[in-house]
């Protein structure tokens, strides 16, 4: 299981290699919405994070994540 800030940091690693969106910092309560990443990216960056930490992320529960900390929870979820 991975902890909170590794998911952050994973994620602001993957929009820089998918969608060359570059983050200072990010906060859990982050609206992916409103991080400027599109959808197709936004699949990259899911697809970069399951093969990272080794998991699968269901797709109807991908669609319920609003926020980062949204995503953490799924991640600790199925890991």
Same mark, same amino acid.
Request: aromatic share 6%; hydrophobic share 45%; glycine share 2%.
């Given at each position: ?13 993957? +929009? ?46 991908? +669609? ?16």
């Amino acid at each position: 299981m991975s902890d909170s800030q590794e998911i952050i940091e994973l994620f602001k690693k993957a +929009a820089w290699e998918v969608d060359r969106k570059e983050f200072d910092t990010l906060e859990l309560d982050a609206k992916i919405s409103e991080l400027g990443i599109d959808s197709v990216a936004m699949l990259e960056v899911i697809g970069y994070l399951e093969e990272e930490l080794d998991v699968h992320l269901p797709d109807e529960k991908i +669609a319920r994540v609003q926020s980062l900390r949204d995503l953490s929870a799924l991640i600790a979820e199925v890991s």
